[in-house]
């Protein structure tokens, strides 16, 4: 897993501010999932999204988050006027397209005050 | 709701014991995979399971699998102070075109000097 880098590691964010979260994945992987741990809890699936594409976001909330992978660069998960609500660490991982064997990043802390 | 459902919720033991885990889900599944996560860090992949295999072996690590009652289980023989940790399943649903991966809500494992 030491392939999946996310960053920044711990962002801090006022209330309304936008936190912008990156993951760049295993190289060759074309499969990127976030997920939102909160403390003591397990991950939820947020979103799913190949090269351009969102294939499933049935676990993003319907507003104010949004994610892509765009062809070149990182995928960015994107959280607009973050609440304290939002805080909470977001795992980014990565799988090829002949596997579901994921590989996590170790994560962003969020925190909003 | 969750697709894994792991048990206990929490397990203490001592060093050199034996340390079981199972996970229960709810629809049929491609495979089935187990994670270990440190305290504020990302997963770890233990080990991968399909669904037409019954058992696998990965060191000091056991995971069987019975799609029959749609549970797991995840055996750790000879505990050691470092196997503390939360360890979760991953079930991938046998849907076509989904990779996601569903994570239950782990066990948290406490292994006593």
């Known amino acids: 897993n030491a392939g999946v880098m996310q960053n920044p590691r711990h962002l801090v964010r006022r209330r309304g501010q936008e936190a912008r979260l990156r993951c760049s994945p295993v190289?060759?992987?074309?499969?990127v999932y976030w997920y939102r741990q909160l403390p003591e809890e397990g991950l939820k699936f947020m979103v799913y999204l190949q090269k351009e594409n969102i294939i499933d976001e049935s676990g993003m909330p319907k507003e104010r988050f949004s994610a892509e992978f765009p062809k070149e660069g990182p995928s960015i998960l994107r959280i607009q006027q973050v609440v304290r609500g939002d805080s909470a660490a977001y795992f980014c991982a990565s799988a090829s397209q002949y596997s579901t064997e994921a590989f996590f990043g170790q994560g962003t802390r969020l925190t909003v005050v | 709701s969750q697709q894994g459902e792991e048990d206990p919720q929490a397990l203490s033991i001592q060093e050199g014991e034996n340390a079981t885990m199972n996970c229960s889900y709810k629809?049929?599944?491609?495979?089935l995979q187990w994670y270990r996560q440190n305290s504020g860090r990302g997963l770890v992949h233990l080990i991968l399971i399909r669904s037409n295999e019954r058992e696998k072996h990965s060191g000091r690590l056991r995971v069987t699998l019975d799609t029959s009652k749609k549970s797991s289980s995840l055996l750790i023989t000879a505990s050691r102070a470092a196997d503390t940790a939360s360890y979760f399943c991953?079930?991938?649903?046998?849907?076509?075109?989904?990779?996601?991966?569903?994570f239950g809500q782990g066990t948290r494992l406490t292994i006593n000097p």
């Open positions: 629809t049929s599944i491609n495979n």
């Open positions: 190289k060759g992987h074309s499969h």
């Open positions: 991953a079930t991938a649903p046998l849907i076509q075109g989904a990779q996601k991966l569903v």
